[in-house]
């Protein structure tokens, strides 16, 4: 009874002009920021400080909010229409998104990520309403033990999202966990292979490497016969999705809200672990996996939708228990300090006209997204009329300046290009990027987790199957091995003849 | 050191007499103040608080850019290499005596010393909190330094940091107090207090902002303030004083600015930063999350910097030699 | 096959390097790793797998037409002349500014790698240029360098 009395006062206040007109300011915010490369938002939400000193602290959340998961729907333009990740969790959406902007298909891919994005936002906003206060508490009980066991789950699908081989895949795998390791080692200080360059001493950015070996590489690449591209003639048609790819996507969209809500609790890089588990999970339930990298329209779908559903779960332990999981939600944390409201466990019933005007106010910014967005999918399309040579040296500006903007560290550049090189070179020697740049990420986590986990149990191994959620989750990992060596070891008809292509 | 400090207040009164034949009244243009940790952090939150009522009585815009980097290093460094004229000032904090003294113990040379800055204020020292679970069976901390001493080196605390702002106090404790705890860190402030929430670990030190909150909603229990004195908002939670422990540790925030910067510019800063510490917007900013102002001024600062960075140095190379070496 | 080859020995080149160096990391206990032990062991298996990748290859090399040196430099060219303007961009940046950076880089790309006449090519670098300075400086209020002082804004 009191729930709707609730969201219907949050209705009240979030329909108010005034936070509408935040909302969309700060929606609008956030697709600019997830459009422009390199500024993700932490950094939008951190440049919007300043501009909520002014407001109520209810119209201030309003607009980081909306700043947060609009950015999400932003991200995923670029990445389809020109292989270059927006920010971290797009870098899924490039695999398979850009290959149908090549085919012709990017409308049809931009629209569904926008459908896609919506489903999964309302949806995480609603899990977050109902079930808030529960699953905050069950939030704090992933300690380093079970966040291992997750990693494990996901570095098993890692190694199903290349392209090629296993021995393919794993190569690059382990390289992205090697440089992983580059920086200081948190647990315990010491440099790894920093060789006194200080710039090194946290490590290589991802956001540089993603840019670099996804943007520039397939610029270097695409720039070595003509500068003259195949401009695809957009056609009213092209934009929409075909009924057949309508179909595809349902599935993965489902799918997509619940993993990217599930994983969007747990502390870490949620939005790129979602995306990627979503990709992996979608690319073994599909008939034929190995058109997966080819401009498959669940490889967009799914991903899309778990990330902007990510945003949603990594609210609950902000909301629900005041503690903020990411760098996002530990500066929304902040901006609301600044207005002297202090998140806790007792947020939602001490300030609960904050709480559900906020949550009231993610419907209807998720609304004035895809009504933003759905449009621009028109205008972005022509974007890409305009003649490669005068587009790619914009994009490599733009590239740049998104990534000085984001650290203003002139080493990050040099990444930038170095991944770039890299990129280049992977690609002409067949070799897959994104298990690579993934690797980046899930490495030193897992690396991180697990001797975190043996400090806690001082050395002893049982810390890891010692409660429920471990058992279930490397329960899991277990599984997935074997179905993964029972499906390798039984080729189906077009492994075969890959195979036998391959030499 | 005296005399290197008033023949640089000298070059900086001749510096400053040729920046005041340039231009007009300082400023002129916004500034930026480098934030060296990651956002969403106790100095993201007070340096913003501080930048929202000192833009006003500046008339320029006082925006807060994060650099984050090496726990402090490498925004430390970009502030202490910024140009000195007042435009870009650095969020100091006790974060940088931990990365020197660090470097130092390590036997490698800082990127940059306390020298490199001009101090001009810092408005915040607070104590860390000992949390614990509220579930735990140890309701003083009596009851806690009993059970660990009986257990020397199995109860665990939680950091947000090596060497940071939180582990630091629970080593000056442990060293004060002659027990003998297991150490895991976290990567900052969130995860660490999740995990005492989450009962992952025993124990862990925190700043009252952060803590305060759970503390509220009976997810928390603190058991001590480390410090010489007992908090406003606290009262009844007695402090490593009362219990006849000489263990305290402060973080404080404050405002730097680079060392070459021009005395008049200087002035009007820490003139600046008293009226913004006697601000009640400012100080309710603070203190409703649960802090204290406090209040040092550019020299008083410098001294408390000097006995700080003296005392961290010692604990730091004690620490160092302790560590484990393969 | 090259491609193979090559890729083969980038990984074991790399993993070469992680074992040297990782070797003068502390390796701890074995039920307590320290800061040496992953970064050892993705490093030997860095090893294996280049190994394996090249010597997999060396048996089922098909005697393909060796291609010129010159086919198979021609298409980087244009690659590579990207590759040092940005290298300049990336120095320039701190030293003269955003604006003149992107500026010259823009104007420099244009007309070397992308043939456009002098006045086409200016024009467009001075309306990107800019427009990409007003974008970020002014609308997004990101801190560029020197573009304060570059026009006294």
């Not at chain 1, 074997?482 to 492994?495: A, D, E, V, Y």
């Not at chain 2, 939670?237 to 005395?263: F, Q, R, S």
């Amino acid at each position: 009874m009191d729930f709707f009395a609730n969201l219907f006062a949050g209705f009240q206040t979030a329909l108010s002009l005034h936070n509408v007109y935040l909302c969309f300011i700060g929606c609008l915010f956030g697709t600019m920021v997830g459009v422009l490369p390199g500024i993700g938002p932490l950094a939008g939400i951190s440049l919007l400080i300043p501009a909520t000193y002014g407001i109520d602290a209810t119209g201030a959340i309003i607009m980081l909010a909306g700043i947060y998961y609009g950015a999400m729907y932003g991200g995923s333009t670029t990445s389809i229409l020109m292989n270059i990740p927006g920010e971290s969790a797009s870098v899924m959406t490039c695999v398979d998104g850009y290959q149908m902007t090549l085919k012709g298909r990017g409308g049809a891919a931009l629209f569904i990520s926008a459908w896609g994005s919506f489903i999964g936002g309302n949806l995480s906003v609603l899990g977050l309403m109902i079930l808030a206060p529960l699953l905050a508490a069950f939030a704090t009980r992933f300690g380093p033990p079970e966040i291992f066991a997750v990693l494990v789950l996901a570095f098993l699908l890692l190694g199903s999202l290349g392209t090629g081989s296993f021995f393919k895949t794993m190569p690059m795998i382990l390289l992205g966990m090697f440089l992983g390791t580059i920086g200081m080692d948190p647990l315990t200080g010491t440099l790894r292979f920093t060789h006194e360059i200080r710039d090194l001493y946290d490590g290589i950015g991802f956001v540089p490497v993603a840019m670099g070996a996804f943007g520039i590489g397939e610029i270097l690449s695409s720039t070595e016969r003509s500068l003259v591209r195949l401009i695809h003639k957009v056609k009213f048609r092209q934009l929409l999705p075909t009924r057949q790819e309508l179909r595809a996507s349902v599935g993965p969209i489902l799918r997509g809200s619940g993993l990217g809500f599930v994983i969007g609790l747990l502390p870490g890089s949620a939005h790129v672990l979602s995306s990627f588990v979503s990709y992996a999970v979608e690319k073994k339930m599909a008939k034929n996996p190995e058109e997966f990298g080819t401009g498959r329209i669940e490889g967009v779908a799914g991903p899309e939708t778990a990330n902007n559903s990510a945003t949603g779960g990594a609210m609950i332990p902000f909301l629900g228990i005041g503690i903020p999981t990411g760098p996002a939600t530990a500066v929304m944390m902040v901006a609301l300090m600044i207005h002297g409201i202090r998140p806790g466990p007792l947020f939602i019933s001490e300030q609960p006209q904050i709480f559900w005007g906020l949550i009231a106010s993610m419907y209807i910014g998720n609304f004035i997204l895809l009504i933003l967005n759905l449009p621009l999918v028109g205008i972005f399309l022509n974007l890409l009329r305009v003649p490669f040579r005068i587009l790619f040296p914009l994009i490599l500006l733009i590239c740049l300046v998104g990534t000085y903007s984001v650290s203003s560290s002139t080493f990050d550049l040099i990444v930038l290009l170095g991944s770039g090189v890299l990129g280049y070179i992977f690609r002409k020697l067949n070799y897959d990027l994104a298990p690579f740049i993934l690797a980046l990420i899930i490495g030193p986590l897992m690396e991180y987790s697990f001797r975190q986990s043996l400090m806690r149990s001082a050395g002893s191994f049982s810390i890891f199957w010692s409660n429920p959620i471990t058992l279930t989750l490397f329960g899991g990992s277990c599984l997935l091995f074997i179905w993964n060596l029972i499906s390798s070891l039984r080729p189906t008809k077009s492994t075969w003849k890959k195979a036998l292509e391959e030499g | 050191m005296k005399r290197v400090k008033i023949f640089g207040l000298v070059a900086c009164f001749l510096f400053g007499l040729t920046s005041w034949a340039g231009g007009a009244e300082y400023p002129t243009r916004p500034i930026t103040m480098i934030n060296p940790m990651p956002p969403g952090g106790t100095l993201d939150l007070q340096s913003r608080a501080f930048a929202s009522v000192a833009e006003k009585l500046l008339g320029q815009p006082v925006v807060v850019v994060n650099k984050p980097g090496a726990t402090g290093m490498i925004g430390g460094l970009a502030g202490a290499q910024a140009a000195p004229d007042g435009y870009t000032l650095t969020v100091g904090s006790v974060n940088l005596t931990n990365a020197i003294e660090w470097e130092i113990a390590n036997g490698r040379k800082p990127p940059f010393t306390r020298d490199d800055f001009i101090p001009i204020c810092s408005f915040t020292l607070s104590p860390t909190l000992l949390i614990v679970n509220p579930d735990s069976p140890w309701k003083t901390l009596a009851d806690f330094m009993k059970e660990a001493k009986s257990k020397p080196a199995q109860l665990t605390f939680c950091s947000g940091g090596l060497y940071g702002m939180s582990h630091l106090p629970i080593e000056i404790f442990a060293k004060a107090t002659g027990l003998k705890f297991r150490h895991v860190p976290y990567s900052g402030g969130g995860p660490c207090l999740s995990a005492v929430v989450g009962k992952h670990v025993d124990f862990g030190m925190q700043y009252p902002p952060t803590s305060l909150p759970l503390v509220r909603g009976n997810k928390l229990r603190v058991l001590a303030v480390v410090g010489k004195n007992r908090l406003k908002s606290i009262p009844d939670i007695p402090c490593m004083k009362d219990m006849g422990i000489d263990a305290e540790y402060y973080g404080w925030v404050g405002v730097m600015a680079p060392k070459k910067t021009p005395l008049p510019v200087v002035e009007k800063l820490r003139e600046v930063a008293k009226k913004v510490a006697a601000d009640k917007a400012f100080i309710d900013l603070i203190e409703k999350p649960g802090d204290e102002v406090h209040f040092l001024l550019g020299d008083e600062l410098t001294k408390y910097w000097d006995v700080e960075s003296e005392k961290i140095g010692k604990l730091m190379v004690e620490l160092v030699k302790e560590a484990p070496k393969k | 096959m090259k491609k193979e080859h090559t890729a083969g020995l980038i990984f074991l080149l790399v993993g070469i390097y992680g074992l040297i160096y990782s070797s003068q990391l502390p390796l701890g206990k074995w039920n307590e790793p320290g800061p040496g032990v992953f970064p050892m062991i993705l490093a030997i298996l860095l090893v294996l797998s280049g190994a394996l990748t090249m010597v997999a290859r060396i048996k089922e090399e098909k005697v393909k037409e060796k291609a010129s040196w010159r086919e198979f430099l021609r298409p980087l060219i244009t690659p590579s002349q990207i590759f040092l303007l940005t290298i300049a961009f990336i120095l320039s940046l701190e030293r003269i500014g955003y604006l003149a950076s992107s500026l010259l880089y823009l104007l420099i790309l244009f007309i070397w790698v992308c043939r456009y006449r002098l006045p086409l090519a200016m024009g467009m670098a001075a309306g990107f240029g800019l427009g990409s300075w007003y974008l970020f400086v002014k609308i997004l209020g990101v801190q560029l360098p020197l573009t304060v002082t570059a026009l006294g804004l």
